[in-house]
């Protein structure tokens, strides 16, 4: 079979298939950057975050950009936000390519979550929104990242490559032993094709000189790649355009499968994905996780019941307090008509109502806590150094400062750095 990209007569990168974006993930040495490179290296910006394509002097790339030389010729710190601000700039003026690589996203994407922390207005926020609650921050960064990847595909009318490095999962504050890619999840979800490469070493320790190529999502890929297949009798059916294992995936075995699928009820052993097997250690960490979540559960449960009597005894103890004497019409108005009585507020601070403010800090510490796993006996531990037995008895400045030392904890883990 011919190669298409090959074909003067050809106008599409993947034979007539749109794919705006692929991801790539994989160990080190998988073979990553050469996939990358060797889709049309004659219409390909090469954005080198790691000079991870130096050594590939005999690609003809369009243009190659070394990130760190580029912030040097421009007088600028190698930080992160200024990388993402120089990446930023090159894709959107760069002319007369339809392949943008960029090796790796992981590095790059740290600048991206900074510049949208320091430019909340942008989505109508405060800074202050963004340090209390994560989410916000999260969702604002996967909306516009979205769109930005959406709209520069488009522009180029190709294809936008982001290679991403491999990172621990992370669970319970310990490793699992597991790795997914970093980065967010936003790449994943936006990406026709995810690949994760691999050059595992066979039974006699070699290692293959073309790496394969997983598109299963059980093994961290992805592919939305289809096309139809018309039944005996008549009606039409979708099937997939790549099998779960590619065995030697290069572009060009990619423009092949596009252009013969291959028969995905009769696969070969080769293009068959290894069934994921739990070990016994994991299917106990299973099992010792659905305790722990139980056994929350059930605490929760309590806890809710403890407040509803809490609450019930206040009320009750306000019944029974004397009336307030009649005041004048006028001076009625002083108090506020929205005031709500003690007896309504979830938390307790020396049998005095909590402002809405401490309120959301206590929630939010909570729902922080449970975001990184940390058990009850290690919160415990933690509340014990400042003097309080419950989350709702920090102070307001102790609730703020674990409230920001979490906030940092998540941010890390969710940049692929914890």
Known sequence: MTDPSKDKNDQSLWC?????????????????????????????????CEMSSASYAGIPYKKRVDLFEELKRRNLEPTPINAWQVVKEIV????????????TWDFVQ????????????????????????????????????????????????????????LGNVWEGGKP???????????IYQLASLYIRMDRTPDTNGKVPAV?????????????????????DDGTIELKPTLPPRIPECTPQAIRQYIQTPPNYDKLKKSELAPPEVMSDEQK????????EDNAKAAEAR????????????????????????????AAATVQPATEQPAADVPFDVDEKPVDVAQKSVFEIIEEQRRQLGISDTQWAGVLAKTGAKTTSELSAERAEELRKK?????????MGKA
């Open 211 to 231: 790496p394969a190529g997983f598109v299963t999502e059980a093994i961290g890929g992805k592919s939305r790649l289809v096309h139809t297949v018309v039944k």
């Open 110 to 165: 740290q600048g991206y979550v900074e510049d949208v922390g320091q430019h909340p207005e942008r989505f109508k926020r405060t800074r202050a929104q963004y340090e209390k609650a994560t989410g916000l921050l999260w969702a604002d960064v996967k909306s516009s990242l979205h769109m930005w990847l959406g709209t520069q595909a488009r522009r180029i009318n190709g294809t936008i490559v982001l290679i991403n490095h």
């Open 92 to 103: 959107e003026t760069t002319e007369g390519v339809r392949v943008v690589v960029i090796d």
């Open 406 to 414: 979490m906030w940092n904890q998540l941010t890390a883990r969710d």
């Open 284 to 291: 106990l960490e299973l099992k010792a996780k659905i305790a």
């Open 302 to 329: 309590l806890s809710a019941l403890e407040m509803m009597k809490q609450a019930g005894q206040r009320r009750a103890t306000e019944a029974a307090r004397p009336a307030a004497p009649q005041v004048a019409p």
């Open 16 to 48: 007539g298939t749109d794919i705006p974006i692929i991801g790539l993930t994989g160990p080190k040495a998988s073979g990553k950057t050469l996939f990358a490179s060797t889709i049309r290296p004659a219409e390909t910006l090469m954005i080198d």
């Open 176 to 186: 699992t032993g597991k790795e997914k890619a970093k980065g967010v999840d936003t």
